[in-house]
Every structure is written in C-alpha cells, then in structure tokens.
C-alpha cells in the first residue's frame, strides 16, 4: 500500500506560480510512476505530468509544457509540481498518483491516489 497526500494548493493570479508537494508513505519502492493529474467540474479528470520514481524520466501534457516542472526528491519520498505562468484554465483538483506497473504513464490507471488540492487561477 502507498498513502499520498498533497499540499501548496490555494488561489493565485494569472501569471502567478505554485509549487505542489505529495508526500509518499508506505511501499513507495514499489512505485514505477509518479504522476499529477488534474480535474476541473464537469470535466475528465486529465494528465498532467509523470516522473519515474528511479529514472527521472518526465512527462507532461501539451498544455502545461513549458510551464510545470515535476521533480522528486527520493529520500523524502515527495514529488513536487512547480507551476509557472499559471492560467484560468489551470484552475482544478490536483491530484498526485502512484502506479507500480511500466505502461503509459498518462492514462489514469493508476494504483493510488492523494485526496486532492484545489488550485484556482483567478483572471
């Protein structure tokens, strides 16, 4: 079992920046990938970024590239989301999540998942 709980959420301006932290506890050996997924009301949740918890592979989504930097930090089992140039439409439940399995790190299957953190970009 993997407990992920997520934090640094909160109201910023458009342009403005957050750092989102997960903290890991539990078989985080087990862990392949650390991902951010991200959902707004009345939408899918969606990917975000991905990191692998050994390689430091990343991913990110079109939308964010260029502006979100995942990172990890192995002996504190955390995973962080620094989020620049922040917009309106960046505004959603940020979710941190931990999959055990190699496959494709941007769908959301997943194996754990944090309880969320609201971000909200106000224009």
């Known amino acids: 079992q993997v407990q992920l709980v997520e934090s640094g959420g909160g109201l910023v301006q458009a342009g403005g920046s957050l750092r989102l932290s997960c903290a890991a506890s539990g078989r985080t050996s087990s862990s392949y990938y650390e991902g951010w997924f991200r959902q707004a009301p009345g939408k899918e949740r969606e990917f975000v970024a991905a990191?692998?918890?050994?390689?430091?592979?990343?991913y990110y989504a079109d939308s964010v590239k260029g502006r979100f930097t995942i990172s990890r930090d192995n002996a504190k089992n955390a995973v962080y989301l620094q989020m620049n140039s922040l917009k309106p439409e960046d505004t959603a439940v940020y979710y941190c999540a931990s999959r055990v399995r190699f496959g494709d790190p941007r769908a959301t299957s997943y194996d754990y998942w944090g309880q969320g953190t609201q971000v909200t970009v106000s224009s």
């Open positions: 990191i692998t918890w050994s390689g430091g592979t990343t």
